[in-house]
């Protein structure tokens, strides 16, 4: 079985404070270490009161320093948000403090809305387009013989270490990109399904090797909500659900408790669209799990996964990630 690791966007539950989510993604990462997940990644969102992963490289130290083997990342950071040397640096300081277990994913999107983008001192105009030249000067602080850093710049710590860096996307702009310079590549399907296939194309296509990999990697984002039965499940995951809904009527907020009947919450053009946008998620019982997973497999060729899952209860969001787990473990053991 391909290494799962395991995306979280350390969500704050209805009810409930930061200082709560922060706690419980502690708890997964610990317990996720111990079922013998691959990575733990954390994501940058703004300006979204049910994501409290904001300040991402402050989490990521947190967990790290609560965890003993499992790799810690970002998945990701926000690139042109930030100074490439600040990055370089706060990355060179959790490598520092934690060797060998950090990841460094890097998105082109803002990772907020637009007001949030002003505060954050991110040009309105930005569009990414200046990703890669930011992405230069980051590799550069970090490998100097890269010579693409500002002169007479360095990154202490960071300068020499190594720190994987991964390009993440949903579109072609990064799969392309990370294909031409070797880099390992994840796929935001998760959220952005469409466009999956054919950026895992263009991504393969365009691989160049480098000292970061012979060949190419390509890690696929995708929702997983397991329980004991179907139905368990598919009432779990109604609380993502609410949550997509929220997004797509512009009132993004905390996460939600299950409910019994999700029509009575959406048209049937919201729920069209939260189903399309969710439409690479698996909803259901080991059993579901495991048929559902297969057959993805079998579409993208997958070199890895990385699972999301929104749940409102923390003890049955433990028991999701335990099942899928004890899956994984099992199709290693019957090979």
Avoid at 25 to 41: F, V
Avoid at 46 to 52: D, E, K, L, R, Y
Avoid at 122 to 142: A, K, V
């Amino acid at each position: 079985m391909i290494p799962v690791s395991i995306l979280d966007l350390a969500p704050v539950v209805e009810g409930g404070t930061p200082r709560d989510s922060f706690h419980r993604s502690l708890d997964l990462a610990q317990h996720a270490e111990k079922w013998g997940y691959h990575r733990y990644w954390l994501a940058e969102h703004h300006n979204m009161p049910g994501i409290s992963s904001s300040a991402t490289s402050l989490i990521i130290g947190y967990v790290a320093g609560g965890t003993t083997k499992i790799r810690v990342g970002s998945g990701g950071i926000m690139l042109p948000n930030h100074a490439p040397l600040v990055i370089a640096e706060q990355f060179g300081t959790l490598e520092s403090l934690y060797p060998g277990r950090i990841d460094l994913g890097l998105g082109r999107a803002p990772g907020s809305d637009q007001p949030a983008a002003r505060a954050l001192r991110r040009g309105l105009t930005s569009d990414g387009h200046d990703f890669p030249e930011l992405l230069s000067e980051l590799r550069g602080y970090l490998n100097p013989s890269l010579g693409t850093a500002i002169p007479n710049v360095r990154a202490v710590p960071g300068e020499g270490l190594d720190i994987p860096i991964w390009l993440l996307g949903s579109s072609g702009f990064s799969a392309q990109l990370a294909g031409q310079l070797g880099l390992p590549f994840a796929f935001a399907s998760h959220f952005a399904p469409d466009y999956l296939l054919p950026a895992l194309e263009l991504y393969r296509s365009n691989f160049r090797p480098s000292e970061a990999l012979a060949k190419p990697h390509a890690m696929v984002g995708i929702n997983i909500i397991a329980a004991d039965t179907d139905e368990q499940a598919r009432w779990l995951a109604t609380s993502q659900q609410q949550q997509f809904l929220n997004i797509v009527r512009g009132r993004p907020g905390m996460l939600k408790p299950p409910v019994d009947d999700m029509e009575a919450l959406w048209s049937e053009q919201e729920k069209a669209y939260v189903q399309k946008s969710l439409s690479f998620s698996i909803v259901g019982s080991k059993e579901t799990i495991r048929a559902k997973l297969r057959t993805l497999q079998q579409q993208t060729a997958a070199d890895e996964w990385i699972i999301a899952g929104q749940i409102y209860d923390h003890a049955a969001r433990l028991k999701s990630y335990e099942i899928v787990a004890e899956l994984v473990n099992e199709i290693e053991a019957n090979k």
